[in-house]
């Protein structure tokens, strides 16, 4: 009787994962398929993937690229939400929930019609074309959802916990940093974990911001690989770019997955 009432639930998750993860398991099968027009013609292989490493710099070029983007986005982000959480779950300042307000508000301006502007901001500081400067735009756009997240899970901590540090001679700091930080752990790698994804997997940002070739990001030099001969797309190799891309996100996120549950549930299980 469990069982059956349970069905529907079985039913309708099985069918998500399967919608989810089609694309993903489609492509990796394109990637060591025989298909024409790509270096694997015959049989299964790995001869897609050869292409990838061979590809301008090599993958390993762009994937380490987009390694220090994306970790440089996750520190920064990190830092600034934690410092913004903290102040606006702990302080109470005149214009606090206005100046929140407008931090959110940022979130309804379209990001793509920003990046001219921070292009020409970045070439007056002399970051342009850089992966820090790429790295310092992509931490701004995920620092109101961050800062939000932040404080919601700050507030979910008993303030009690706070005061008993400052009674045993915390500062403010210490307390934040050896008090509240392990307490918020489910919202830190939760936002690290979007600003990780975030910056691996945007485009259009350092495709407006980067002009060095050896500086491109993997999703940058697989959209670049997609090499005409003839007519001809190399879909081979594009997909094997795509597994390569798609891989540490799954890996991520299949290791970190209750720790992102608990940080977006934290706000909801305040009090």
């Known amino acids: 009787m469990a069982l059956f009432r349970r069905t529907p639930y079985y039913v309708l998750t099985g069918g998500l994962a399967v919608i989810f993860l089609f694309p993903l398991v489609w492509a990796a099968t394109a990637s060591v398929s025989p298909h024409a027009g790509t270096a694997q013609t015959h049989g ?36 600034a939400s934690v410092l913004g959480g903290y102040a606006f779950a702990t302080y109470r300042f005149p214009g606090r929930n206005v100046l929140f307000l407008l931090i959110l508000a940022i979130l309804m301006v379209p990001y793509a019609t920003l990046l001219i502007p921070l292009y020409v901001l970045l070439n007056q500081l002399g970051l342009q074309n850089s992966l820090a400067g790429l790295a310092l735009v992509l931490s701004m756009f995920q620092l109101p959802f961050a800062t939000f997240l932040m404080r919601i899970s700050f507030e979910a901590v008993p303030a009690e916990l706070r005061e008993a540090a400052l009674i045993d001679g915390c500062g403010s ?28 997997n945007d485009f259009i940002t350092p495709l407006v911001l980067i002009s060095d070739s050896g500086k491109l990001p993997l999703p940058l030099a697989v959209a670049n690989m997609r090499q005409q001969v003839m007519g001809i797309v190399d879909y081979g190799a594009t997909e094997a770019g795509v597994v390569v891309l798609a891989l540490p996100c799954v890996l991520l996120f299949l290791a970190l997955q209750r720790y992102y549950v608990r940080g977006f549930m934290s706000g909801a299980l305040k009090g």
Request: charged share 5%.
């Open 173 to 200: 700091v210490r307390a934040l940093w050896h008090v509240l930080l392990p307490a918020v752990k489910p919202g830190l790698i939760t936002v690290g974990l979007f600003a990780f994804l975030a910056a691996w």
């Open 44 to 79: 299964w292989g790995l001869a897609n993937y050869v292409t990838l490493a061979n590809y301008q710099a090599g993958v390993g070029r762009y994937l380490l690229n987009s390694a220090i983007v994306s970790g440089l986005t996750v520190l920064v982000t990190l830092l």
